[in-house]
């Protein structure tokens, strides 16, 4: 009898070994930057992807930044909060941005800026300092970009496209296609939570649509990779949350909202907006 308890007892050593292996290589809590799914979240404390890293947009707090221009159209009603900036492209670039509009800096590759007359707001070159800033942001925003593109989703496709009325919990989502927003869309989640969009087209937001956060879901930590050859169209009214790591333009319609970032590889267009943090 002895002797087959000493097997039983060596058998069952065995299947434990086996089960601690496969718990070890099935886990979800590792660094996700390859597998995309849920894990990791801010700082490693919460759901969905690592976010993707900033790096000198975060330092220097560019909330709004493009490679060939910012157009502030209307009556000049526009709040920026946080500092906006354009490279390569002359500052004059960003002469319709007024600095009565921003509370923060426009940074710029030259000294060609002249907004409304005052140029308090503004920091070109010389110093040399001021575009190796700006310049140095543009190419953070272009390896964000990569980063947020590269991660592998753990949703596809969701909704066909249509995002309308859905409760998105953190993770990596990618489309094929275009994304529309034509009602309210909520993010549930908390403050360590992350979302990363990947949408290969367009995102079309409609009048008075609202990307809404819930349960303590920041908008620094959701993020929208849009690769799609027209870009980012905002309606008026319409209120977006997080980070827009556009490759083509971001339209902002008159009176929309933006709580996070407008980054683009070509320009932004405002509207008698608000944005910032």
Known sequence: MEKYKGSFRALMWC?????TAVAAGCGGGGDDNNSGGRGTGRDGLGAGPTPPNL???????FVI??????TNTGSHGTAITGNIGASPITAAAMN?????EITGTIYGVDAAYVGSGATTCFAGNPPLANKTLVDNAVLDMGTAYNDASARA???TELGAGNIGGLTISPGTYKWSTGVLIPTNVTLSGGANDTWIFQISG??????????QLTGGALPSNVFWQVAG???VALGTTSHLEG?????????????ATVKGRLLSQTTVTLDANTVGP
């Open 153 to 155: 989703p753990h949703v």
């Open 202 to 211: 367009d995102i079309t937001m409609a009048s008075a649509a609202r990307i």
């Open 96 to 100: 319709t941005v007024f600095c009565a």
């Open 229 to 231: 050859g027209t870009g």
């Open 55 to 61: 790096m000198s947009l975060t330092t220097n707090n």
């Open 15 to 19: 299947v434990a070994l086996a089960m």
């Open 243 to 255: 980070t827009v790591l556009a490759a083509k333009a971001i339209t902002v319609a008159t009176g």
């Open 65 to 70: 930044l493009t490679k060939t221009g910012i």
